[in-house]
């Protein structure tokens, strides 16, 4: 969507077949950090007022980067940049929140309740792409933007894999009262936590607040419903997510989750995440019991084999279709959004007749495969998301969570280390200091 708006926005002609029935499906799933290179290529895709809006509906930038153990003891606190620059920040959103952003403006662009089944290229240099509602659409570039379970990307791509990253997670939101916020402590509340939990258990805790004041009233519905609300006057805000809540994500290797877990939803689901933090915090077990089931979910975590690069043709992929990565170091999203931005000026100079269209799909490849895959590499560094991690081993784990905590401890207490600790996270969002 994020491309199809800087395609209109360049007289370009784009149609977006979705596969959900309408804009209100898809409205799951956590919170995405927008760091710099996100926000960038969204100021340059989206129309000036849209972007205004992507802003205003984001969540107050964390003040604080902490480390946890399981029973709320302090390993290491890192004291982030304010966000004065919001083209050099960090921004938290709630993914449902920027959905409904990126489709406002693109009523005439958007085909809803389209599935790809497979696609044609032809000799006169157009490509057909099939639904399974037995209609298809013709044009002269077919971009994959289909996911981690690409349709196009298994034809087109047959030897790019997708592994299980041997890991899941369960993602949860609790609404945010007086009550669950004081069971915090204030770096909690104003910070994103990362947990490292005794026996292999990891946990990232973020709260979400909204500065509602700059766009007025907002109704106050549930966190956890699919009915989206349109609220104040500007564009955009179409989504249900109108409450501050905390975010609470937990997660380890697949042997430590039942069979079963991808199908469990609701009190089933926070049932498990329960049982499996019985040694945690009375606050954070007291944090679950006040959770909203409703927006409790299971992701089995998944990332991409590299690939070779391949001989461009008027088929091309962008985001999780071609490099899906574990949330390790909270880039994909970033990533996906770099990869519309460097493909619409590539698109934008063939409509100026500055190169051919073969020659735009080759340099954009050529630019993504290499920092895509650096991202799915570093996704996978030392942070627990894959299954095979030594944090996850019955004996050697206990070692590997008393390295890591000590490694934090002591990097927050060393000034030369915690800059450049921090200069390194910043760097991989791209900011610029």
Request: glycine share 8%.
């Amino acid at each position: 969507m994020c491309l199809a708006h800087g395609l209109k926005r360049a007289g370009i002609g784009v149609a977006v077949y979705e596969r959900y029935r309408t804009r209100r499906d898809g409205l799951h799933g956590y919170r995405l950090g927008i760091g710099p290179t996100g926000t960038r290529a969204l100021k340059e895709c989206l129309p000036p007022e849209l972007f205004s809006t992507f802003l205003a509906t984001c969540a107050r930038s964390p003040k604080y980067f902490n480390v946890l153990t399981e029973k709320l003891g302090q390993t290491a606190s890192f004291e982030l940049l304010p966000d004065t620059d919001p083209m050099n920040s960090d921004h938290a959103v709630s993914r449902m929140t920027l959905r409904q952003v990126l489709l406002t403006g693109l009523d005439d662009v958007v085909h809803f309740d389209k599935t790809c089944t497979h696609y044609e290229q032809h000799d006169n240099d157009t490509v057909t792409a099939h639904f399974a509602d037995g209609t298809s659409a013709t044009g002269r570039l077919l971009v994959a933007a289909d996911g981690t379970h690409s349709v196009i990307r298994r034809q087109y791509l047959p030897h790019a894999r997708i592994n299980d990253a041997g890991s899941i997670n369960i993602a949860i939101k609790i609404p945010l009262t007086p009550q669950t916020e004081a069971l915090l402590t204030e770096q909690v509340r104003d910070g994103i936590s990362l947990i490292f939990g005794a026996g292999g258990l990891m946990g990232v805790l973020h709260v979400m607040r909204f500065d509602w004041a700059r766009l007025g009233t907002v109704p106050q519905v549930g966190i956890g419903g699919t009915d989206p609300a349109l609220v104040a006057e500007s564009p955009g805000l179409l989504y249900d997510n109108t409450r501050d809540y905390i975010n609470l994500i937990i997660w380890s290797a697949h042997r430590r989750f039942p069979a079963d877990i991808m199908s469990r939803r609701g009190m089933d689901l926070v049932q498990v995440a329960q049982d499996l933090t019985r040694n945690w915090h009375p606050n954070l077990r007291e944090l679950l019991a006040q959770c909203d089931p409703g927006s409790c979910i299971p992701v089995k975590v998944a990332t991409s084999e590299p690939v070779e690069p391949w001989k461009s043709t008027n088929v091309t992929l962008i985001g999780d279709a071609i490099h899906t990565m574990t949330p390790g170091r909270g880039v994909g999203a970033n990533t996906a959004l770099r990869d519309a931005a460097l493909l619409c000026r590539q698109l934008t100079a063939v409509s100026c007749g500055d190169k051919t269209l073969h020659q735009a799909i080759a340099d954009y490849e050529a630019e993504m495969i290499p920092y895509g895959f650096a991202r799915v590499s570093d996704s996978l560094a030392n942070n627990g998301t894959s299954g095979d991690d030594p944090l996850y081993r019955p004996i050697i784990g206990r070692f590997v969570l008393l390295a890591a905590r000590s490694y934090f401890g002591l990097t927050s207490r060393v000034p030369p280390l915690r800059r450049k600790f921090l200069n390194e996270i910043y760097a991989r969002r791209g900011a610029e200091i």
